[in-house]
């Protein structure tokens, strides 16, 4: 029924835009009427490019079908001629690229105009936040809210996720901010008030582990990373989080204990790393070939590597893609009516020439679209494995002083007071607030990311001798 619905409504729009009296050059107004808003910011553009003075109306129109669609469909336009259109809209873009190559007075002079009611105003807080620490929590506060208040009132679901997603962000400045200056107990308070519900909250475990470590709770680390054993988070691959808990055991020098988390992660990285460096060879020169790997079907992606396959599930769920693969769609079957139109046109009528000018750009945003996707897609997973090799480093460098430090136990004839001390709730450090019980064996949802280990530090050494006189 749905498909039916869907088939009935196109074929009504593309009925109304055939009744058209279509103009004899390209008429933004007049294709947003018929329904081609991304044709209509082509025109658009092009109209205010080629105008010595833009006027109020035509700006206006070109903010709302910025809008409609994305600043990404501006993305083949001279930056010079869209630096003239005094636009929200278009000052974000330029901010996000002034960002991006790290041009601070140039992101700031453009993202600062970007008015409160506007959709880009959380984004343009976030990023003017992270130039500027001094006045980030303001903008921090700023993002937060409006993210949260446009997500309310956005009814589509892929919107509500985009903006939901940037409120999370902007919850997470702060904290990462303390971190980096060392405030170590602090960042761990501004991190714990995010909620278990959060997109963000499965990466963010492993920031709060880094922040226990570096307050020496390697009990409460250890006890967030086996949070990611659980089943609800078995998707999640997150290689530093196996060279964190390897480190923990090493601090409360449990050294069997981090020797096997290390040969673990060899164990299960390499034949993941093999898989993925196997794909990307083959495929490292396409324009497309990510782009489809995100869009298989279910049986097609049953073919991959499970990891592969694993990796492209997560990265087709993060907003970013879902973004521009919804856009994508949008330009395509713009695309398909506009051609339908024009094919409907009498063969002279002056129309079909400026349509297959802007079936030109319809397909040009199509392609970067493709490519954006791609590129994204691609440079994750050449991201992952980098970072895998880089940990494997680490690894190697927690074994070799593994096995130094045992060495020195055996020559300076010492040895551990415990060999494998095991946990109990006297090493748990808590606060008043807190309450602890024995786990069961079973990860409860409410229960995620709130564990302990319990184990005793065994770094106390003493002599040998001083035992075998006793």
């Known amino acids: ?32 009427e018929a329904g081609f808003t991304y044709a209509a910011l082509d025109a658009q553009v092009r109209k205010l490019a080629g105008a010595k003075a833009p006027e109020s109306p035509d700006l206006e129109l070109l903010e709302e079908l910025i809008l409609k669609t994305n600043v990404e469909a501006l993305e083949d336009y001279s930056r010079e001629a869209l630096k003239r259109f005094p636009v929200a809209g278009v000052h974000f873009l330029l901010g996000r690229e002034a960002w991006r190559k790290k041009q601070k007075a140039e992101a700031q ?31 921090e506060e700023q993002c937060r809210e409006s993210a949260l208040k446009r997500a309310g009132e956005v009814q589509s679901p892929l919107l509500k996720r985009y903006y939901t997603v940037l409120a999370e962000d902007c919850m997470t400045m702060a904290p990462r901010q303390l971190y980096k200056e060392g ?31 570096n307050t020496q709770d390697y009990n409460r680390t250890l006890g967030l990373l086996v949070t990611y054993k659980s089943p609800l988070l078995s998707s999640y691959s997150y290689p530093e989080a196996e060279v964190l808990t390897a480190l923990a055991y090493f601090r409360l020098c449990l050294y069997d204990d981090a020797l096997v988390v290390v040969d673990q992660y060899y164990n299960d990285y390499k034949p993941r790393t093999e898989a993925l460096e196997a794909l ?54 713009e695309h398909k009516r506009l051609k339908v139109v024009r094919d409907g046109l009498a063969s002279k009528h002056p129309a079909r020439k400026w349509m297959g000018e802007s079936l030109k750009q319809l397909a040009a945003v199509s392609t970067n679209l493709i490519g954006r996707i791609n590129y994204h897609a691609k440079k994750d997973m050449f991201t992952f494995i980098t970072q895998v090799y880089d940990l494997s480093e680490e690894m190697f460098k ?9 060495k020195d136990l055996v020559y300076g004839q010492e040895r551990l007071v415990a060999d494998r001390g095991r946990g109990n709730f006297k090493q748990v ?20 990311g709130d564990y302990s280990f319990g184990l005793p530090s065994n770094c106390e050494t003493v002599r040998r001798e001083a035992e075998e006189a006793k």
């Open 1 to 32: 029924m749905r498909a039916w619905s869907t088939c009935l409504i196109l074929s009504l729009s593309l009925s109304a835009a055939a009744e058209v009296a279509w103009k004899d050059r390209a008429d933004a107004q007049q294709l947003t």
């Open 109 to 139: 002079r453009w993202l600062t105009t970007v008015p409160r009611w506007h959709r880009y105003y959380p984004e343009s807080r976030l990023l003017l936040a992270d130039l500027d620490s001094k006045a980030g929590p303001a903008h």
């Open 183 to 213: 405030k170590h107990a602090e960042a761990l308070v501004g991190w714990g008030r995010v909620s278990k519900r959060a997109y963000k909250w499965p990466s963010l475990l492993l920031e709060r582990a880094w922040g226990y470590y």
């Open 280 to 333: 990307l060879k083959q495929h490292k020169d396409s324009q497309d070939y990510f782009y489809r790997l995100m869009v298989m079907t279910p049986a097609e992606r049953e073919k991959l590597h499970p990891f592969v396959r694993q990796l492209a599930t997560q990265v087709f769920h993060r907003p970013r893609f879902a973004l521009d693969y919804a856009s994508l769609q949008a330009v395509q079957a």
């Open 398 to 406: 927690i074994k070799l002083e593994i096995i130094a430090r045992k």
């Open 429 to 448: 450090k808590m606060s008043r607030f807190e309450e602890f019980w024995k786990f069961q064996g079973a990860f409860w949802a409410d229960e995620l």
